[in-house]
């Protein structure tokens, strides 16, 4: 089985127990507005990066980003009992803005059309 196969499975199992620590375990509501969209393993599986998006205006992103920052040992210590992993990856979160793109030019269409 090559690294990829592996990093790749690794990433799924983060992002779904990650998404399911925030959204029940944190006792963070303004979770509720996050969505985990992607998830990318480094080969070694040391790294993982966790890329999300909000529903919000630029306030709720800010308490989101703090939250998490703020949320992030806690995150780790939940993934080191979750999961049953040689190492706890080290964990960053990446806000994709690629979900508010896809509907600013879905909106520019729509206009374009009218």
């Given at each position: ?29 303004l979770f509720q507005r ?13 790294y993982a990066t966790l ?54 030019i879905e909106s520019l ?6």
């Amino acid at each position: 089985m090559n690294h990829y196969q592996r990093a790749d499975r690794v990433a799924a199992l983060l992002q779904q127990e990650v998404s399911r620590y925030l959204l029940q375990e944190s006792g963070v509501l303004l979770f509720q507005r996050m969505t985990i969209t992607s998830t990318k393993m480094s080969s070694d599986l040391k790294y993982a990066t966790l890329f999300y998006s909000v529903l919000g205006d630029q306030s709720i992103k800010a308490e989101v980003g703090q939250a998490i920052a703020d949320k992030l040992k806690n995150i780790r210590r939940h993934i080191a009992s979750a999961l049953n992993l040689r190492y706890v990856p080290e964990i960053r979160f990446e806000f994709d803005d690629s979900i508010e793109y896809a509907a600013h030019i879905e909106s520019l269409l729509q206009k374009i059309k009218k």
